[in-house]
């Protein structure tokens, strides 16, 4: 469906690299994942493969396309939310959808089913200007826009960013539902959480992408046991356990720390209990955990 | 105790929309506090009002003992602001920016060189100081954008989803700085979407169309609303809003 081999872009003639040399494929029907902090790289390739930019190396196609010589036949069968909202503003939300249907030589009526649980949440407003809408209507009127010429396969860049946990919540909901009626999704976005709704990912960093694999493969080839710890005193245990001889990796999740040890031999929980004994903390739990999709980032950020 | 930040039944309409409604809450001298709340529910109204920018309609608020109808350039004085959207100017380089700000907030050239100094080394920025801030990674950028924030050590920092986008080491480097800030007495108001975040607050607060409706530290809420993370809680909470941003 999309095949990504080698490719390279950087700017402002070379000082910054902005993707370097990434490869990876999506079959058809998935619901890929491109997950990275800001300035991973994320836009760059996502405007690459969908024809807006040219690649410096590399080759990709999308839909057996060539991004470079078959720009004008991806154009045509791909679909693209970016991460700005791009529609015309005094236009209205009817005015917008019609104008991107006829663009492609289509109409609202033609392609309504593919939009329609969408599109009811906002026809309420179908006559109110795109710039006076709230965050949440732009987003589905924005995806509605991207959706109305039937495309097989659809990019969304950071469609979430932003946005609370609840709707984000919603819109990983709606694009389920999309991708149950046969459409190819690419989403990018910062939200480490959001992984496991997709059904494989990529993490990226600095450009290049540091594994691609189902979320629940990531998690598995975490090399070491995970601990969630807890005392009383949070700040004071993650001080004291960054000293520890024995600590690997030790950051805080939510009201535990997760904890990863060099030598995980028999005496090692003992030890470290009596280390933490030793320092005065009290109260200590120490249970193993699953790694999320966050601890495995920040094992293999550089 | 110390209440630096003091609400009485705060409320900020718009023609008939009731965008805050008589929210009251208290937030104590060197506190971590956690502002929730989905979008639309009216965080942003409310943090607006706080930071002496925008007038309420009704009810009582006092910041660092200033009052929000009346001594609101006191306020601005007294209170460092950041947001993810506005920070730093990109096309200055990282020392010029300590400068333009540290003159903002009339800090004399002595002190301004020493505090430069100091935040340059802690951020480990120090060969990087004549870069643009265009130039460096967003992750820097945004550990800048706060320490230049409560360069005139303010009393209350007001931290609008500051570890937006920003990758997940950088993002707890953040709440190192955070930590270190409110040992030495500064009041942190922060708004998030990060659930994990939550936890790091010692008391917060989540907004629903337009009041609040929860107020306590994370595990008396997690308590009360027999849930087993801060996500649980902000979930039942959001899913009775009859408002949405729609």
């Known amino acids: ?302 | 105790m110390e209440t630096v930040i003091k609400t009485e039944r705060l409320s900020k309409h718009f023609g008939n929309f009731i965008a805050v409604n008589e929210i009251t809450f208290n937030v104590e001298r060197g506190e971590i506090f956690g502002f929730l709340g989905a979008n639309g529910a009216g965080k942003t109204t409310a943090m607006r009002m706080l930071i002496g920018l925008s007038k309420p309609t009704s009810g009582a608020a006092s910041i660092a003992g200033f009052d929000v109808y009346r001594q609101t350039e006191q306020i601005k004085r007294n209170i460092g602001y950041m947001s993810q959207r506005f920070s730093l100017y990109e096309d200055l380089t990282v020392m010029e920016n300590i400068r333009f700000f540290g003159g903002i907030y009339g800090l004399r050239e002595k002190m301004l060189k020493a505090k430069g100094e100091k935040i340059v080394n802690e951020l480990g920025l120090a060969s990087e100081r004549n870069k643009l801030v265009a130039s460096i990674p967003l992750g820097w950028k945004q550990k800048l954008a706060f320490s230049v924030a409560v360069l005139h050590d303010p009393k209350i920092v007001f931290l609008d989803e500051p570890t937006g986008g920003v990758d997940p080491l950088t993002r707890r480097q953040f709440w190192d700085l955070i930590y270190a800030r409110t040992l030495e007495g500064m009041t942190v108001f922060i708004t998030t979407h990060y659930m994990d975040e939550a936890e790091y607050c010692n008391r917060l607060s989540i907004m629903v169309d337009g009041r609040i409706n929860a107020l306590g530290s994370p595990s008396e809420l997690r308590q009360q609303y027999a849930a087993s993370s801060m996500d649980e809680v902000f979930f039942k909470l959001a899913r009775e809003a009859r408002r949405t941003d729609n």
């Open chain 1, 1 to 302: 469906m999309v095949t990504v081999n080698g490719i390279s872009k950087s700017f402002y003639d070379g000082k910054v690299q902005a993707v370097k040399s990434v490869s990876f494929d999506v079959r058809s029907g998935e619901l890929f994942g491109v997950i990275g902090p800001d300035g991973a790289g994320k836009t760059t390739l996502f405007r690459m493969l969908t024809t807006l930019l040219l690649p410096d190396g590399g080759s990709a196609s999308v839909l057996e396309f060539d991004i470079v010589k078959d720009y004008r036949k991806i154009r045509r069968h791909a679909g693209y939310m970016p991460g700005r909202f791009s529609l015309y503003q005094d236009l209205t939300v009817e005015e917008n959808l019609n104008f991107f249907a006829t663009l492609f030589g289509t109409s609202i009526a033609e392609n309504y089913h593919l939009i329609r649980d969408i599109y009811i949440q906002i026809e309420p407003f179908k006559t109110r200007r795109a710039g006076k809408l709230s965050g949440g209507m732009k987003q589905k009127l924005a995806l509605c826009c991207a959706l109305i010429h039937q495309p097989r396969v659809l990019f969304l860049d950071e469609p979430t960013t932003g946005v609370d946990p609840v709707s984000r919540k919603e819109f990983w909901e709606m694009l389920k539902r999309l991708k149950e009626q046969g459409i190819t999704i690419l989403v990018s976005t910062p939200y480490m959480d959001e992984a496991t709704r997709c059904d494989r990912i990529a993490l990226m960093q600095y450009g290049e992408i540091l594994a691609v694999d189902t979320p629940a493969s990531i998690i598995n080839k975490y090399p070491e046991t995970l601990y969630a710890v807890k005392s009383a005193e949070i700040p004071r245990l993650l001080s004291d356990l960054r000293q520890y001889d024995n600590t690997l990796r030790c950051f805080s999740f939510g009201e535990h720390l997760h904890l990863s040890l060099r030598k995980e031999d028999g005496n090692a929980l003992d030890e470290l209990q009596e280390y933490l004994y030793g320092r005065d903390h009290r109260n200590v739990s120490i249970t193993d955990t699953t790694p999320t999709i966050e601890d495995c980032f920040i094992r293999l950020l550089k």
